[in-house]
């Protein structure tokens, strides 16, 4: 997730200028770079330990629905 920040001042007329925009696009990509490079290793180890509790949960719901389907059946 990327958390996006004004850069800019806007001046007292709210009017921006095109150098106003093209920093702003700049900072952005900056910043999208260093985050991006920063992160990798963390994603991968929280993906991974997500998908094992997704795993775990699954398996509860499976136990559950099979014990509610036998109990239906008597």
Same mark, same amino acid.
Not at 6 to 11: A, M
Not at 28 to 55: G, I, M, R, Y
């Given at each position: &997730? $990327? ?19 093209? &920093?702003?696009?700049?900072?952005? !990509?900056?910043?999208? =770079? !260093?985050?991006?490079?920063?992160a990798s290793e &963390?994603?991968?180890?929280? &993906? ?5 509790? $997704?795993? =775990? !949960? ?13 109990? !239906?059946?008597?």
């Amino acid at each position: &997730n $990327l958390d996006l920040y004004p850069l800019d001042d806007e001046s007292d007329s709210g009017e921006e200028s095109d150098n106003d925009n093209k &920093n702003r696009s700049y900072s952005f !990509q900056s910043h999208k =770079k !260093q985050t991006n490079f920063c992160a990798s290793e &963390n994603v991968v180890a929280k &993906n991974d330990q997500n998908s094992d509790e $997704l795993s =775990k !949960q699954m398996r509860e719901i499976c136990r559950c629905l099979s014990t509610f389907i036998d109990e !239906q059946k008597t």
